[in-house]
Structures are given as C-alpha cells and as structure tokens.
C-alpha cells in the first residue's frame, strides 16, 4: 500500500502558483519523498525529490516540514499543460521500486 | 535527458500469443523495472532487474517473464497471453545502488488482448 495521502483533485487557475499537499507521516530516516506527474496517456514524468531540506528545480519546488511529516509541491505558475495527476512517493526501499498511490488530480482552468 | 524507449505506443495480440515487450534506456542504468498500470488500481510492479542477466519478481509476476541479455535493454514476455493482460504497460530504468536517485519512465505501451 501506498505510504502517502493525497486529496484526491484541486484546481488551480493559469498563472496562479499550485500548492499540492501530501502526508507521509510513517515516513522512516532514509526514505525520499518524491513528485512525479503522469499526464493523460503518458508514462509518469519525474519533477522532483528530496529527503528533508527544500528542493528546487526549472519545474517545481518541494517544502518538506521539519518533522518529515509532509510535503507540498510547488508549481509556481502553472499553466494548462500541468493539467495532469500528481504523484507524492515515499521510497527508500533497497529494490528501488515506486509504490504509486491515486495521486491528485490537478486541473488548471483558463 | 534520460531517455526510456518502449518499443510500441500501442499494441494488439490475441489470447494465447506470445508477446514481447522492449524497452531500451540510454542512461547506462543498473536497475530496470516493469510496472502495469491498470483503473483503480495504480502502478504494480511485475518484474525488475538490477545486473544483466538477474531478475526479480515484483508483485505481479504470474504469467510473464523477463529478459535482460544487455545492460541497456529489458524485455517483459507474456508466455500465453490472457485477455487480463490487457493494460498499460510501463517500463522504467534507474540507477544502482543508490536509494536517492530517481527512476525514469518510458511513454508505456497500451496492449490489448483480444
């Protein structure tokens, strides 16, 4: 099972700055959380990871609480091509697998 | 960019045929892996590879096979496929050893069993 909860849809309008939470709050030392994105028909697309400090990248940004408890994605401004479902994973697994849970729905309206 | 080529975007077999599914990567990658995707049900892993020649069976694996003669390339094999075989199928390479670094997807292959 998935070690993360996320709402299940947002909104956001172009242009505004996309906020996605996550809870992975039996999040253990060495695991990363990470962000991929899985537009319709598509293979999940990597943004970003990271383990406890704050990441950024040319796509997205990731705040982790200091507890480790949380995360939330970060797009600053989005447009409609971030229309898609966003997945939070937490893995630190020694096989490497991706655990992927339903993910949020993120759509950006005009 | 790290590039995961799947060999068809869309494919249609019968019940019964032996499919082959490739799925090359240009990255140099130690780990490979074959999740399907299926409504409700999200990614399962069915198989994964971390050195030519090895495998491992991910959660799923009743009713395929894997093969990875080369570094850069991992085949999923439906020994006889079933129309519950139909789905998206998604490969992923990434690197060995290191729990940090993340996986990379290729665009997935559609198959539908008639």
């Known amino acids: 099972d998935a070690k993360t909860t996320q709402p299940p849809s947002m909104d956001c309008a172009e242009g505004r700055a996309a906020n996605l939470p996550c809870n992975h709050s039996t999040i253990s030392g060495n695991e990363y959380v990470y962000w991929y994105r899985q537009i319709h028909s598509q293979g999940p697309q990597y943004i970003i990871h990271g383990l406890k400090n704050n990441e950024t990248n040319e796509m997205a940004s990731l705040i982790i609480t200091e507890d480790r408890k949380s995360s939330t994605l970060i797009l600053p401004h989005a447009t409609l091509r971030d229309t898609a479902v966003y997945y939070c994973?937490?893995?630190?697994?020694?096989?490497?697998?991706?655990?992927f849970g339903k993910g949020t729905k993120l759509s950006v309206k005009p | 960019d790290v590039k995961v080529t799947q060999s068809s975007r869309y494919l249609v077999k019968r019940t019964g045929e032996k499919v082959f599914l490739e799925c090359v990567q240009d990255m140099d990658h130690e780990n490979m892996f074959w999740y399907r995707q299926d409504p409700g049900l999200g990614l399962r892993l069915i198989y994964f590879s971390y050195d030519v020649k090895m495998k491992e069976k991910g959660d799923i694996p009743e009713g395929y096979s894997v093969s990875r003669e080369k570094k850069e390339r991992f085949s999923l094999i439906l020994e006889s496929a079933s129309t519950n075989q139909t789905s998206m199928y998604l490969c992923a390479s990434g690197p060995g050893g290191r729990l940090n670094q993340p996986q990379h997807f290729g665009d997935g292959t559609r198959l539908s069993i008639l």
């Open positions: 994973i937490v893995s630190g697994t020694s096989q490497g697998n991706l655990i």
